[in-house]
C-alpha cells in the first residue's frame, strides 16, 4: 500500500519548493558529520522543532536503510506494529519500506505485527521523513509505531532490531521519535526534560523508562526511545551528546505551557 502524506501542508510545507526551503533552512549545510548508531529526534510541527530536528540530521551520515521508532498517539492497530510493505509519500517523493528487513524482523520479535493501520493516522513518523529524504534521497524504510510496553518488551524489539541489522551487514540508521514534557511551564519542563535526556546520555534505557513512569513525565515516545536505546546498546553504542535542546515557549514566546524538544546523537 502506499501511505500517503497526511500531515503535509498543515504540521510542514505541503509543497516540494517549500519544503526544500525549510529543510535548508533547518538543516545546517557546514555542521561535522558522524557515523552514529541511532538518533532522537522531535516530531512538533516544524515551526516548533523543525530547527532541533534538522540540527541532529545535520550532524550524522544518513546511509540508505533507516529504521524509525514513533509513537502511536490514537492507540489504533497493534501495540507494535510494522508497515512491512509499500511505500510512504511525502511532497519529495516516495521512501519504499524494506521489505526484506520487515520480513526478517518479524521472524526475529514475535512481538511485532504487520499492521499498517497503526500507521495511517499517526503524524510522528510522518514528519521524521523529509529530514531522511533530504539527507538521502535514495533512504529506504522500516516504520515502527508503538503503544505502551513493558520495558522487557521494549528491550526484546530493541535486541531484536540489533539482530536484524547485523544479519543485513549494512548500515543503519535506527531513529527514535519523540517529544519531551508537554503543557508545562518552561521551568518545570526543563527540570523534568534534564532527567529524562540524562538517562538517554548515560544510555540507560531502562533508567529511562523508569525515570519517565517515577516522575510522570510527559514524553509521549519513551517507549520507541527506550526500544531504540536498547537497539543501539546492543550493536555497541559508547556515547550519546545531545546537539540541542529547545522548548515551543522559545518559539511563541509563551511559556506557560511548553512542549520539549530534543535531538541527540548516539554512537
Request: aromatic residues 6%; charged residues 20%.
Amino acid at each position: 500500500m502506499l501511505r500517503k502524506a497526511r500531515f503535509a501542508g498543515d504540521w510542514y510545507p505541503g509543497d516540494p519548493v517549500s519544503l526544500r526551503a525549510a529543510l535548508q533552512r533547518f538543516v545546517p549545510a557546514d555542521a561535522p558529520q558522524v557515523q552514529a548508531l541511532g538518533i532522537v529526534s522531535p516530531h512538533a510541527g516544524y515551526v516548533y522543532s523543525g530547527a532541533v530536528a534538522g540540527q541532529t540530521y545535520a550532524r550524522v551520515h544518513v546511509p540508505a536503510l533507516a529504521v524509525v521508532a514513533c509513537v502511536n498517539h490514537r492507540g489504533i492497530g497493534a501495540r507494535a506494529a510494522l508497515m512491512a510493505s509499500g511505500s510512504w509519500e511525502t511532497p519529495l517523493g516516495k521512501v519504499p519500506v524494506d521489505e526484506r528487513f520487515c520480513t526478517i524482523l518479524l521472524e526475529n520479535c514475535p512481538l511485532l505485527a504487520d499492521d499498517a493501520s497503526a500507521h495511517l493516522m499517526e503524524h510522528s513518523l510522518e514528519l521524521q521523513l523529509p529530514f531522511l529524504q533530504y539527507r538521502n534521497p535514495g533512504i529506504r524504510l522500516v516504520p515502527v509505531c508503538l503503544q505502551q510496553l513493558s520495558f522487557a518488551e521494549c528491550d526484546e524489539l530493541g535486541r531484536a532490531i540489533a539482530k536484524t541489522v547485523r544479519a543485513g551487514r549494512e548500515q543503519a540508521l535506527l531513529v527514535a521519535s519523540t517529544d519531551l514534557s508537554h503543557f508545562e511551564s518552561q521551568e518545570v519542563a526543563r527540570e523534568l526534560d534534564r532527567q529524562a535526556i540524562e538517562a538517554i546520555l548515560a544510555l540507560d534505557p531502562k533508567g529511562l523508562y523508569n525515570v519517565v513512569g517515577r516522575k510522570r513525565i510527559s514524553m509521549c515516545g519513551v517507549i520507541p526511545t527506550t526500544t531504540i536505546l536498547s537497539a543501539c546498546l546492543e550493536l555497541g553504542a559508547r556515547r550519546a551528546e545531545l546537539v540541542r535542546y529547545a522548548t515551543s515557549g522559545d518559539v511563541s514566546g509563551d511559556f506557560s505551557s511548553v512542549v520539549g524538544y530534543a535531538g541527540i546523537v548516539i554512537q
